[in-house]
């Protein structure tokens, strides 16, 4: 507790907390019971950009700032992951299929995981540079894949079986410098050393949402939201450095312009994070 | 389309002959007790194909098809994701030949990986405190294909004892809209026809005799950029549904004399509706 408050008063930025935005409409999508309450909105829209996948997870949309669309692409398959990243973005799909896309929604690369039998996309992120790309795939075991782009061509560059199996959708993230890579697997969080193979395990109390790296700051940002409704920030050793609480449950993580935008189902908070 | 289970059993061997070569081998069990069906295949959903089948079961139990393996899961409000969900809490489970069912709208996960046995307890529906139980949404996709299939093909057969129900007919030439009786005058030329029904599963259009086209409500083929109803020249959702409350079933040419038009509309259990026009086309 001491090292934490040390940490706190020593190093812990100035948060300041912005609650805003906005409630999505819950509006019933079919008539066809009245028992049928509490449906989800026409899909959420994601701080990292302006994405959304619809509800049935068929279609990747981009949004414009008013929340236009402005362009739509269908997936042949339940889209089972989505990162967002400066320059790209990737997809991931039931059948096994993942897309790279520009910001335009051109699929500049795609991969097929697995051999024999539906080996699901589970997880997939792509760095911000958009020159590797990971995804997590099939199961006993599951695989960690990296794709590399080299004169603007995408390869093969490592796979790794991972300890354990995690049947759902699962995030991943590149830290910097971009060497590693932490992977959510039910209440631990593994961090995979792309260079050596190396792996290293972290046990925590809740869900995972995520980990950035904000501009200026000499460390990563790594929030689980844990079941008594904190949310806990660790920094890259793994050490807690902030805890709050902002009621209710939160969906996503995200980065935009050095705010970390923390996505509920009927709001978004904006935390910034600025040094002494 | 509402459905009501047969529970009845029947003692005369020859009563299960009949039915043993009459009705379609499933392959799946209901994933509900005593299930209704609520929502059927291939209907309109805000200008796309419905892909599954809404089920109400009795009690708030949910087992699997069939014998599987969990390959999917997803916990709503339990987990860290961008992607919403129609199907709140839902579970894939793939079986032979590469066929995926999904148990979509769920409340509770009992399994989150491994080999489920046909029949066994996956989950549970959300029930509220007066006991009505959530609808499950049932999906069963061939990913080889990347087919939905209308999962009434592989689950045992409700008696339907209500047939299709014909609402309206429309015959649309340019701006001209003809609601035909049993007779109808009109012009020669192209003509679309439309029809509004209830619990169709299959649309049949008949020119003298001929038959024009048939549409089945069977399976839906997934592409990268639309779903397509499979069927000789497979048609969009955009195509079908491209006017409100009716299915589109072809554009057709009428010549001068008097031709006889039949429509035939089916439910997946075979009841079946027929309308026959009288086109005197001058």
Known sequence: ?276 | MKIVRHQGKHPLMLIFLIMAVSVPVSAYQWPVKDPIVLSGFGKEVKGEFETGIWIEGSDAEVRSAAAGNIVFYHQHKLENTEISSELKSFLVVEHERGILSVYGNLDRLFVTGGAVSEGEMIGTLEQDSSGLVSPLYFQVLDYEFNRYVNPLFSLPVLPEKNPPVIETILLVRGDRSLRPGREQQLEAGRWKIYIASRDAHQFEVYLNGEEKTRIALETIEATDNHLLLARIGNIRAEELFDRSGYHHLGEFQFSPGSSTLEIAVSDFTGNEINRSILLRVR
């Open chain 1, 1 to 276: 507790m001491k090292k934490r408050s040390l940490f706190f008063f020593l190093f812990t930025p100035l948060f300041i907390i912005y609650l805003f935005l906005s409630s999505y409409a819950l509006t019933p999508r079919f008539a066809i019971s009245s028992r049928w309450v509490d449906k989800p909105s026409s899909g959420t829209v994601s701080a990292k950009g302006v994405y959304s996948v619809d509800p049935w997870r068929r279609s990747l949309v981009k949004h414009g700032e008013r929340g236009e669309t402005l362009w739509s692409r269908q997936s042949g398959s339940m889209i089972t992951a989505l990162f967002v990243s400066e320059k790209a973005l990737i997809i991931g799909t039931l059948s096994g299929n993942a897309y790279i896309m520009d910001s335009d929604g051109k699929t500049v690369s795609s991969f097929l995981s697995g051999g024999n039998g539906n080996q699901p996309v589970y997880g997939a992120a792509i760095s911000n540079d958009a020159s590797r790309a990971a995804i997590i795939s099939g199961s006993d075991p599951q695989m960690l894949i990296l794709h590399e782009k080299r004169e603007n061509r995408w390869s093969l560059k490592s796979e790794w079986a991972l300890p354990d199996n995690v049947l759902r959708e699962t995030a991943v993230d590149f830290i910097y410098p971009g060497a590693l890579l932490r992977i959510d697997r039910d209440s631990s969080i593994l961090t995979v050393d792309t260079l050596s193979g190396s792996f290293s395990k972290y046990h925590y109390d809740g869900v995972y949402l995520g980990t950035l790296e904000l501009p200026g700051q000499l460390f990563s940002i790594m929030v689980v939201a844990r079941d008594d409704g904190l949310l806990v920030f660790f920094d890259n050793k793994g050490i807690a450095f902030l805890e709050l609480d902002l009621k209710g449950h939160p969906f996503w993580l995200a980065e935009e312009e050095g705010e970390v935008m923390i996505g509920f189902e009927d709001r978004q908070a904006s935390l910034v994070f600025s040094s002494f």
